[in-house]
Nanobody, 127 residues
């Protein structure tokens, strides 16, 4: 059974930082695209960031570019999202996701075309 389990969410003041982690089990994703999406109250889920199988390529939503950094450790089957300079607009449930097919698929990642999703972790940024 494949599982993606996020951790690291919480409450932080504007300007602060959080580090989200996602641990995958049941299957290795070392050759697949992984990423993060988020859903704010009353809004649709939106793309945040994605990373290639090797970790050598990354993409970000314009709203988080320069503030968030995605990384992965294939030996540990984990992906991490470092979030800096947080603002109240970043408040959302953050979801880790992974694709089943091998290879880097940035367009599919931006479209939310993942095969596996975590349960989400809440990030709340107070003003």
């Amino acid at each position: 059974q494949v599982q993606l389990v996020e951790s690291g969410g919480g409450l932080v003041q504007a300007g602060g930082s959080l580090r989200l982690s996602c641990a995958a089990s049941g299957r290795t994703f070392s050759m697949s695209t992984m990423g993060w999406s988020r859903q704010a109250p009353g809004k649709e889920r939106e793309f945040v960031s994605a990373i290639s199988d090797s970790g050598g390529s990354t993409i970000y939503a314009d709203s988080v570019k320069g503030r968030f950094t995605i990384s992965r450790d294939n030996a540990k089957n984990t992906v991490t999202l470092q979030m800096n300079s947080l603002n109240p607009e970043d408040t959302a449930v953050y979801y880790c996701a992974a694709r089943r097919p091998i290879g880097w698929a940035p367009a599919q990642a931006m479209a939310g075309q993942y095969d596996y999703w975590g349960q989400g972790t809440q990030v709340t940024v107070s003003s």
